[in-house]
């Protein structure tokens, strides 16, 4: 099952620049090692691809030659983004390496007068805020120092799929969490997620492959004020 970390930020343009500028001298400054796909736009969404050409040497065997040498290989890296221009939140779906470098040349098709910081979300907050969703199904969570009697602490992974006591075991255990695992569902189609206490979160499915629900869902439980 493919994974994808999902960075989230909170993004503003300044007064004298616009959405539709900002695209037109992104698609401009495109390069034969730097491209950019809009796939979708309206007034309150941008989404699309960001695909970077990387070179890096990978060490080989050459049997005929009976030694090592260095090869030159190239490859790509793909970053996906979701652009929510109305309430200000910016979704990417790729390695920290890859959205750097996108945000940088976000920034820079903004003429430096884009705003974009980091989206902190409050872990416990998020966990109150997906208890009081239908469409959520919990599944295992990870717990760190659990008094077991006195003097003994322990680790452990505690299932949650199918307990009636979901609310109150999250809620008692709330400052012992480590990550939890638990499902959107939208129809027929479910997609798995963790959540880690830092804040990060992890989506156990291709950005391509989540319907348009499920994103929602996701952008209103770590955008602003989560």
Sequence with gaps: MASQKLSVFSVSLKPGISWNTVLQNLLSNATDGEHYIISEQSENYIGGCYVVQVKHNQLRYNIVEQCFESILIESQLVL???????NGSMMLWGNHKVSSMFITALTLAANNLAIIENNDSDF??????????????FIRMK????????????NCSVALEGRDNITHLIKKYMDKIVT???????????TSVMLYSSGAMVIFKDRENIPDQVIDRISSIVGRGA
């Design 180 to 190: 939890v695992t638990l499902q959107i569902v939208s129809g027929e189609s479910v």
């Design 124 to 137: 416990k907050k998020m966990l109150l805020k997906l208890l009081g969703c239908d469409d959520v199904n």
């Design 143 to 154: 717990l760190h120092d659990v008094l077991i009697e006195d003097g003994i602490v322990a």
């Design 80 to 86: 996906r983004y979701d652009i929510f221009t109305q």
